[in-house]
């Protein structure tokens, strides 16, 4: 079935073989460290060891400011129209970026991918594995322009916007690119089948193909788009399905850019580009429900609220739906080794981009008698106030602030912030009040310190549903093993992307792991230091576990890219 | 998290890793067969064939013989009761099989396999494919039993109950287990995780859980369930799900003595019975919705009518959801190495198991101005003629349609050949009228010889859905390419599970290939000779492509078992 498309070189383009041959080192890398889920990755960790850093990042901020203002057209031309999106400003300026994106009608974007896949179901697995690390690859080569296209959509600290948003993204999407290629090869592609029946024996000749199962489209979040929609992005391309990245309408411009970069390797193959192309709505005129229920749609991957999410996973029908939405991650303090270890690693856990991750702890259960560490016993209070003053050392020092906390993504956060405290003003106290900073580059940025809100167990109504941003609770309560039954339930009922627990005593750790386990999340034990303790490490962690309300997409297991092509066999007899 | 259950020798029991010791050359052997797509199977492919025939079948038989009339209680005593199932009657003598099942309330079910399911889950992996393939083996030990069992349930001839519904079914069990086993083995138990960050080493332990997804229900069909039921039954108990196996309710007892030999081996283990269950309804008071809407359920398998496995991809939530409907299996005539060659295959095809099985052909294309062969030209009518003859041969002999046709297993396959046979008097012809047929051994017998009839591919009101059972088409086409064009526009709507072409021209053949491949369709060529033409191979064909409308489950791809379980994972820092 090989048409000779996509692997031959062309004029003045690269043959997606070569590419394949090209990567082939770090396809073997990042295979082996799935295989034993050793810290890997296929880049230097941070900005500062970019082998060209400062000219690098001089062209990168220069094409980013080329890009305010103008236009991101990636066609056809003739097709839909330019529109300037309004939705989309920088957190850290409040400005609208003003770039313009073509808006095309959901159906008829379905159709262009449709009709690109037809030639992109032909190029060899191998080949489609080629150009998925070569999208890669120029996506590295663009760090410091995504770098800042993600900074200013998301709110993210530059530092962040470069791994969190840059390679760290580009691990998980080689990871789903790895599996994929993995899982693929384990198909043959042809078998000679020899069996007797009776005195005759029956010989077939039978071929094997790798089918892809229609257009994906990939719903992205506002605050943290690269890092689900690479895997997704990177799964569905690599299994032979065309994709349509949907981006946040306030949050365009990072996935606008990696789709023009994924359409130049397109383009350098000879391929057609629609073979990734581009979703662009607004808020008061969303086109997600139409894409997905499109029925040349075969596969759906969606980062957000649980809401929607929920009503994907209801409503999509004959589309595999991978979903990654929202849980109230718990941290429950049965005893710790040093009372400042561990307030200030979660100190910073609630800090790090102002928790607007899908990891960060919020609910927070502490014994209200207090509880054991090394250096003696803590009371609840002693808790309480070194947290305070630990979410203080990070706030009140502009630069660490800036780097730490970054700017906030919506409006709406900000506004929900003050509900809680309102709320808590109520029916709670004040843990960490939550102020602004000062943002040392950007004055206008719309910054927000973490609030913490000491609330009783019995206001569920509270902390029983995912707060998204700077908003935590510390709830005190009578045993830490009543902690971890609340945790418990709120992880099976509201969902739990990530799950802490800081303790001493082996019992009490056992006890934690099997309970949340059989509540279907899952656990990590006693974080302390450096490590930002909702960190999630490509080829090692699967993040979300399916089982429960918290998604049903694992990054990055064997089931998040199976289903995403199936098996075409063709018999013939000798 | 191993507790020790399930893999300590028990007084008069068995080590579940023991089993899999014992089982580990068959597990490595069906592995390496997966990989190459090789012919294997695990047991003597007949009954002829089985070591110790004569006083097994002897066994065998006694045993079923005690079973009439009688009951197979599953327990738990004290929960439902016991009633006698009126819709279970053997198509070979007409008469109930009088066995009485327990009737429990399907959420009281459920909640029993969930208590099981919480034992189960904490067996190792291995020693939970240990279990599995020693079930397996005790099921070839009863070979005989389950043969009659399934003969007088499906209407099998004793030929087919044994191999099909045996030995090949066992076998795709197997396959099954195999894949389930190499998938889990990938994801490690352990992992040190190690990461500089700033100038310190941050030092994790990692352990990673296969977790069960939840209570897995087994629909299985009236006329196969076998073949279909074991792979599911053994790709989620393998993978740590507790199993309710759900039987049509007039083919109840071949599953029930399977469930009966499943919990005697989990017994044996020291493991709760109820890890696989029975559930019995009734065709008027049907509980299958209410089975596969508990929320504790996980994995629906289902086999059967394309209308209702519809309903259940449209309306089961939370559950993973496998289906094998039906398709409108066509076979397109271009042109044959030989006549008989082909008629006498094809005749084979119409009549084995009386066509009451998912890969039987219905649809043959023909070109009305005939087609050409090695032998020269054939007429459009030569090709109906030598059809009917071939046809007539079987049947026509009461010892070989015996052993061909078997018996009808529903009397509304009877009635729906009538309809055919009414509205083709009008809009059609009769190519090969249907009779009955006189059983040698059960003058009883509901038997019907296959109808094939000619109508125009205009009437696809008529051959546009499948028709379970012996009922056929003869389609005249003004080309090759337009019965090519209209099978394969089936394939994509109406759905297909096996589609057959006969070309000896290499362009026609490729075209053939490539167009239903568009369609989401695998395709078998010129297949003559002994071979059943739908015949299914385990550990080699990938039945159903989840690609048209006929199934979203293959037999047996990585998918088919990565979405049973999900992958838990606990941190803990050094």
């Avoid at 941290?331 to 981009?353: C, D, E, I, K, P």
């Avoid at 992880?491 to 006890?511: K, N, Q, T």
Wanted: glycine share 8%.
């Amino acid at each position: 079935m090989g048409s000779g498309i996509g692997h031959e070189r062309t004029g003045s383009g690269c043959s997606a073989m070569d590419l394949f041959d090209r990567h082939r080192q770090r396809l073997a890398g990042a295979m082996e460290a799935i295989a034993d889920r050793r810290s890997w990755s296929a880049f230097p960790g941070s900005a500062r060891a970019h082998p060209d850093e400062a000219e690098a990042r001089r062209q990168g901020l220069a094409a980013f400011e080329r890009r305010l203002g103008g236009a991101v057209d990636l066609g056809p031309v003739g097709i839909g129209r330019l529109v300037t999106q309004t939705s989309e400003c920088s957190p850290f300026t409040g400005e609208s970026l003003s770039v313009q994106y073509r808006r095309i009608a959901p159906d008829v974007l379905v159709g262009l991918a449709a009709e690109a896949g037809a030639a992109w179901r032909q190029v060899p697995s191998r080949a489609r594995v080629g150009i998925c690390l070569e999208i890669v690859q120029r996506l590295y080569d663009r760090a410091f322009e995504l770098q800042a296209a993600a900074q200013h959509t998301t709110g993210q600290s530059p530092g962040m916007a470069y791994t969190g948003s840059g390679t760290n993204a580009l691990d998980r999407g080689i990871e789903a690119i790895s599996q994929a290629y993995t899982v693929m090869e384990r198909v043959p592609e042809s078998a000679t089948w020899e069996r007797p029946f009776g005195t005759t024996v029956v010989r077939l000749d039978k071929r094997f193909t790798v089918a892809p199962r229609g257009v994906a489209i990939v719903v992205c979040c506002a605050s943290f788009p690269a890092w689900n929609a690479y895997p997704a992005l990177f799964a569905s391309l690599a299994t032979g399905n065309p994709v349509v990245m949907k981006p946040h309408p306030s949050s365009v411009l990072q996935m606008a850019i990696a789709v023009e970069i994924a359409q130049e390797v397109l383009l350098d193959c000879g391929l057609p580009r629609n073979v990734v192309t581009l979703a662009v709505d607004e808020p008061e005129n969303m086109i997600t429900m139409a894409l997905v229920q499109d029925p040349r749609v075969g596969i759906v991957d969606y980062t957000g609220g649980p809401l929607f999410g929920s009503l994907l996973e209801r409503t999509v029908r004959s589309a595999a739906v991978f979903t990654e939405t929202a849980g109230t991650n718990a941290v429950v303090v049965h005893s710790a080794r040093n009372l400042q270890g561990m307030t200030r690693v979660l100190a910073g856990g609630l800090s790090l981009f102002s928790a607007q991750m899908c990891t960060s702890p919020q609910n927070v259960f502490v014994p209200r008698s207090g509880f054991a560490t090394a250096d003696g016993w803590v009371d609840y209070q002693t808790f309480c106030d070194a947290l305070a003053a630990s979410l203080d050392a990070i706030a009140s020092v502009p630069v660490r602030a800036a780097s730490v906390l970054g700017a906030i993504q919506a409006q709406r956060t900000v506004e929900m912030q003050a509900e809680v405290e309102k709320a808590v003003s109520r029916e709670g106290r004040i843990v960490a009040a939550s102020g602004t900073y000062e943002h040392p580059d950007y004055p206008a940025a719309r910054t927000r310190t973490p609030l913490v809100a000491e609330v009783g167990p019995d206001r569920h109504h509270l902390y029983g549903e995912e707060r998204f941003g700077p908003v935590s609770f510390v709830i005190p309560v009578d045993s830490p093993d009543a902690g971890l039954a609340q945790s418990v339930a709120d992880a099976r009922r509201c969902g739990a992307i990530a799950s802490y627990v800081y303790s001493e005593d082996e019992a009490f750790l056992a006890r934690s792991e099997e309970a949340f386990a059989a509540a279907g999340a899952s656990l990590s034990a006693n974080l302390v230091g450096p490590m930002p303790m909702n960190f999630s490490a490509a080829y090692s962690d699967y993040h979300v576990t399916g089982l429960n309300p918290a998604g049903t997409a694992t990054l990055t297991d064997e089931a998040f890219v199976s289903g995403r092509f199936r098996i075409l066999q063709s018999r013939r007899q000798r």
